[in-house]
């Protein structure tokens, strides 16, 4: 009976994906990557794990939807240059950690779902930690632990 509606047997699929997309979209913006949207990507995660994982994990595996899955890392890889730029000098380092962060992110939530989603109250603030840390990693200023004092 389902199958009478589309055309093929891709599209429930690619129409499970859109719908993933849009709630996703709504759920944490387009275009800044500001203090709430690490818990804007948990709840959107949390609220949709079967289209999250569907989307991050199965649909990157599929050639048939890889055209997605890379509009939507290209997107993701501009939106963070742009917001990383802010305190991240132009060079190597910031294209390294423009193209790191956004997959790191959506690796890490993924690993919390798959972990039975432990405590939600902190699991932004531990991920925060993390892309904070990639984020000094990239910056030039000098490390505190490379110069110790003696």
């Known amino acids: 009976m389902l199958y009478r509606h589309f055309d093929s047997k891709a599209d429930p699929y ?35 794990l079967d289209g999250f994982r569907l989307l991050f994990r199965y649909a990157a595996r599929e050639p048939d939807f890889r055209d997605l899955i890379d509009s939507i890392t290209a997107a993701s890889r501009e939106v963070g240059r742009r917001n990383l730029a802010r305190v991240i000098p132009e060079g190597p380092w910031l294209d390294w950690a423009a193209n790191l962060i956004p997959g790191f992110t959506l690796e890490a939530v993924i690993a919390w779902l798959d972990a039975g989603r432990p405590d939600p109250d902190q699991a932004a603030e531990r991920i925060s930690h993390a892309v904070h840390g990639v984020m000094a990693a990239a910056h030039p200023a000098p490390h505190p632990a490379a110069n110790p004092t003696v």
């Open 14 to 48: 690619r129409a499970v994906l859109d719908r993933a997309c849009v709630r996703l979209a709504e759920a944490t913006g387009a275009d800044d990557f500001g203090d709430d949207a690490i818990p804007a990507l948990l709840r959107a995660a949390a609220a949709d």
